[in-house]
């Protein structure tokens, strides 16, 4: 999670979460919405707050060729 971009789109606008979504994956959706636990110190408190709204900001991220969001996708 350091330093990527979970609303980076590949070339059909889907996001990491339209992806694990599509693959039932729930481990990584859950890695990828759920805020990190603050007591991990390897990043600082800011670095998760920004990780987290990144995050949350790819579930609103539509691709493409339907315009879905990754929970209409699911």
Do not use: W
């Amino acid at each position: 999670m350091r330093g990527s971009d979970p609303c980076a789109q590949d070339q059909d606008e889907y996001t990491p979460v339209h992806y694990a979504v599509e693959h039932d994956d729930v481990v990584m959706l859950k890695a990828l919405t759920v805020r990190f636990h603050v007591q991990i110190k390897t990043l600082s408190d800011n670095e998760v707050n920004r990780i987290h709204k990144n995050c949350q900001r790819a579930l609103i991220v539509r691709e493409n060729h339907g315009k879905m969001t990754a929970f209409m996708l699911a």
